[in-house]
């Protein structure tokens, strides 16, 4: 069971670890080429994006070989990128591993400089919950269910 | 695994390179999308060129059949699912060059 609570500022953050899959890491092994190191992001709690993102550069450094194209519909317009598959780690937190989730490669807004991507509905649905304490200003994740529910489920 | 279909280049992309080109995998995945939502509805497809390769229970073990088959070249993995809408994505600097728009 793992955990991650922060304070709620103007954007909802999550520190994160972007890697290879694992099968891409063993075929890199395998024709001798290095394997890239993992890309440290902050990543942006988006609840209104159903496709979570990250920016051009964190996944070019990642030379991530499973990919798709995508469609993608914005406010202002419809685009095609293309998504990768890559393993995210949430350093800093109890959240765990998630060997694999597909994300879009799409940059951000300027004003957003600061941040290498966004976490949206599809990743949050992979978790137990996000709970946002308005009044306290902070939110918590957690990526399987508390020891008191557990409890009550027997 | 052949090592001369090991061609890389495609790994390699610029920060303002326009979305890879998967039309020739997109065209082979929709001539079995019946067949492969029938029978494997949410396993992952590997399309290589002209060719569904097969349905898979994650991506990785996809790309490793992909890898063994091919060596590391450009392939396309799908999930299969249907219906299959766009993504909608609010926090898009649709400007970049990296963004392809669609007309």
């Known amino acids: ?154 | 695994m052949n090592q001369q279909d090991t061609r890389e280049d495609f790994l390699t992309l610029g920060p303002d390179d326009p979305p890879v080109d998967f039309s020739r995998e997109q065209a082979a995945y929709e001539r079995e999308k019946a067949r492969l939502v029938r029978d494997h509805p949410g396993q992952i497809a590997l399309i290589y060129g002209d060719d569904v390769v097969g349905a898979f229970a994650c991506a990785d073990e996809a790309f490793l059949e992909g890898f063994r088959r091919f060596g590391l070249v450009k392939m396309m993995l799908k999930e299969i699912r249907d219906p299959d809408p766009p993504d909608f994505v609010s926090l898009v600097d649709i400007d970049h060059p990296s963004v392809q728009k669609l007309d």
């Open chain 1, 1 to 154: 069971m793992g955990k991650y609570v922060a304070a709620a500022h103007d954007h909802l953050t999550v520190p994160a670890r972007v890697l290879q899959t694992q099968g891409q890491e063993q075929a890199f092994r395998l024709l001798g080429r290095p394997v890239p190191d993992p890309v440290p992001v902050r990543l942006i709690i988006d609840t209104g994006s159903g496709r979570s993102t990250l920016v051009p550069s964190v996944i070019d450094a990642l030379l991530p070989a499973l990919r798709r194209a995508s469609r993608i519909e914005t406010s202002l317009a419809a685009v095609v990128t293309t998504l990768f598959w890559v393993r995210l780690e949430f350093p800093g937190t109890r959240l765990a591993t998630i060997p694999e989730h597909a994300v879009a490669r799409l940059p951000l807004p300027p004003l957003l400089h600061s941040f290498q991507g966004v976490i949206g509905r599809d990743l949050l649905r992979r978790w137990e919950s996000l709970l946002f304490e308005g009044r306290r200003g902070r939110f918590t994740l957690r990526d399987s269910p508390g020891w008191l529910r557990m409890w009550f489920r027997g």
